[in-house]
């Protein structure tokens, strides 16, 4: 592939994957427990090493030494990988994204009642 090819790759697959880690983020349970949150710490420290871009995920392993993953609640976690992304779109000079309009631009069209998905992903809690 053209190297022009490949950074459009490159951007796609950033814009595909902040889209899924932003509705992951919003659908964490308000009130996760111990063992939710150490799955959602676990998933981006695996994340950030299985990243396919390897210049993204070794800013990213860093960013997570700088900020690490908020878990204690649905709110905290989605306003963290806000920031985290915003430091990204810093690096990039890409414009900083409003974190108070996260609930009203993302929708995962998982249904209306958020609580009934989170059991079926994560268990009762
Ligand atoms: P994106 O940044 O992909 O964002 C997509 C959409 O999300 C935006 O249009 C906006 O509607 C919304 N959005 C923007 N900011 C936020 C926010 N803070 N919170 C919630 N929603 C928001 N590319 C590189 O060239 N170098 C890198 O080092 C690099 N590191 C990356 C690390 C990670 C973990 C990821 C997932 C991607 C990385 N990328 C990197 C890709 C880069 O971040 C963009 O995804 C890509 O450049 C496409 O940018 P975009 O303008 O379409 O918007």
Known sequence: ATKMANATAKAELGRHTWHFLHLLTLRFPD?????QRTTLSTFFHTFSLLYPCG???NHFQQLLKEMPVQTSSRMNAALWLCAAHNRVNERLGKP????????????????PDPTSSKTILLGPS
Request: charged share 40%; hydrophobic share 10%.
């Open 31 to 35: 009130k996760p427990t111990p063992e």
């Open 55 to 57: 210049e993204c995920a």
């Open 96 to 111: 900083e994204f409003p974190c108070d309009k996260l609930d009203e631009s993302y929708d995962c069209g998982c249904g």
